[in-house]
């Protein structure tokens, strides 16, 4: 069993740049596949950013030079940096650990990006 909580959400003005971050309970985190979702409001639940085991990571085309995913499996914790945010990015965002057929979410922060 794994837990994530997420933190770092916020209200940001157009332009502005947050961070997020998920930790995890457990000493296997460096096993499993991490990954950001969001979910706009109306809108179906989307995959933002992954990082693999071996650090790849990919990128939604929405967010590609805008946010970067990173892990530190000393801290058992993956981040999310946000640049550049724009009106559309708001969202809650969940983030989600999988390895093989377990899957885990957390339980998701809000971004809201207005001016």
């Known amino acids: 069993q794994v837990q994530l909580v997420e933190s770092g959400g916020g209200l940001v003005q157009p332009g502005g740049s947050l961070r997020l971050s998920c930790a995890a309970s457990?000493?296997?985190?460096?096993?499993?596949?991490m990954s950001w979702y969001r979910q706009a409001p109306g809108k179906q639940r989307e995959l933002v950013a992954g990082?693999?085991?071996?650090?790849?990571?990919d990128f939604a085309d929405s967010v590609k030079g805008r946010f970067t995913i990173a892990r530190d499996n000393a801290k058992n914790t993956v981040y999310l940096q946000m640049n550049s945010l724009k009106p559309e990015d708001t969202a809650v965002y969940y983030c989600h650990a999988k390895r093989n057929f377990y899957t885990y979410w957390g339980q998701g922060t809000q971004v809201t990006v207005s001016s």
């Open positions: 990082i693999s085991v071996s650090g790849s990571t």
């Open positions: 457990g000493s296997t985190f460096s096993t499993y596949v």
